[in-house]
């Protein structure tokens, strides 16, 4: 990002700090809040003075904002949802589009989900947080478009906020702009900026489309890797439009719920709400967690022996068998061993001398 600490972006955001995984830190001079930047570059085309920019009859100074507008109005239509970062607007500088988000305490999913498969219960407790930022999306008659993992921050509570809808709906709003009418320039536009990534190709449209997505998160969050082979977009189209994607023998608990996000067509998906509730009742299930180091306690009930466990000796019925019981080691000390030893040869000396006296008298 080029920005500097600092720096006053888009005449609003005051740079606080080198870029990290999670974006630019920054703070809003209106507000004082603390920000998240996002930058997005504009394309040559979108620019003026750019090497093509002839070719377009509206070419002027005001075609970054043409983007941006849209961009921000669609801020203020987002939901408040303890789930949902908060995305405070969008703005054009130079050849960049700004992304602004509220900044919290936590780190990116995907930094978190790069050492390896996350376990079951813990993916299903981002998956109801998801499936609930969703459900708000969905219920205020919007669609996220781009649930990845880069759009997901976790929080040092452990809780999932879902973002990265304003600079999503960006990235295709410069898709279309170049693009125009022409639905080929369309593709090739959004493979330069997505790439193949499978969540960014969702099968099918409107919310079915973003559960397919969230389905294809949970699946790589359990595995390690995606569904679908992602070596290039034209493997990864075929495969998606053919149901052809890799066993979902690694998901555990989820398995079922994962294949019927990426498996059943978009009347029968699991919406956002029936994947809030289905993760909801596997974490109901879920073994107690142990600490480092710890072992897990025998589950209960203990088998045991047939018969009593202690025999009483006069409770036997005619017939019965019992095990045998065990007699445990001497508790006489060893330190008393030979002083008893000794006693008990000194008194057995003066039993026998007490009888020769009885027998010579």
Request: some cysteine; hydrophobic content about 45%; proline content about 11%.
């Amino acid at each position: 990002m080029r920005a500097a600490p600092g720096q006053l972006v888009a005449g609003r955001y005051r740079v606080t700090d080198r870029p990290t995984g999670a974006g630019l830190p920054a703070q809003d001079v209106h507000t004082g809040a603390p920000v998240l930047l996002h930058a997005l570059d504009l394309p040559e085309l979108l620019v003026p003075g750019g090497a093509d920019d002839d070719l377009y009859e509206d070419a002027d100074a005001r075609r970054g904002d043409r983007i941006a507008g849209p961009v921000a109005a669609l801020a203020d239509r987002v939901p408040r949802h303890p789930r949902l970062l908060v995305e405070t607007g969008a703005a054009a500088e130079g050849d960049l589009l700004w992304v602004a988000a509220e900044r919290l305490a936590g780190a990116p999913l995907a930094e978190l989900a790069d050492g390896g498969p996350v376990p079951p219960y813990r993916v299903a407790e981002l998956a109801a947080d998801l499936a609930g930022a969703l459900r708000a999306l969905h219920g205020a008659g919007l669609v996220h478009g781009h649930v990845t993992a880069d759009a997901v921050l976790v929080c040092e509570d452990g809780a999932a906020m879902l973002g990265g809808l304003l600079l999503g709906a960006a990235r295709e709003a410069v898709c279309l702009q170049l693009a125009g009418s022409v639905p080929r320039r369309r593709y090739e536009a959004r493979a330069d900026l997505f790439g193949p990534r499978a969540e960014h190709w969702p099968a099918d449209a409107g919310p079915p489309g973003d559960c397919w997505a969230l389905g294809v998160l949970l699946y790589r969050l359990l595995t390690g890797h995606g569904p679908y082979p992602e070596d290039d977009l034209p493997t990864l189209l075929a495969a998606v439009r053919d149901g052809r994607r890799y066993p979902a023998d690694g998901c555990g608990p989820l398995r079922g719920l994962v294949e019927e996000l990426l498996d059943l067509g978009p009347t029968a998906r699991p919406t956002a709400e029936d994947v809030q509730r289905r993760v909801r009742a596997v974490l109901a299930g879920a073994p107690e967690p142990f600490g480092p180091g710890e072992e897990e306690p025998p589950l209960l009930p203990v088998v045991r022996p047939a018969g009593p466990v202690v025999p009483h000796p006069r409770g036997r019925r005619h017939g019965e068998r019992h095990l045998p019981v065990p007699r445990g080691p001497s508790r006489v000390p060893p330190a008393l061993l030979g002083p008893l030893l000794v006693g008990g040869v000194l008194l057995a000396l003066v039993a026998a001398l007490a009888a020769v006296v009885l027998t010579a008298g």
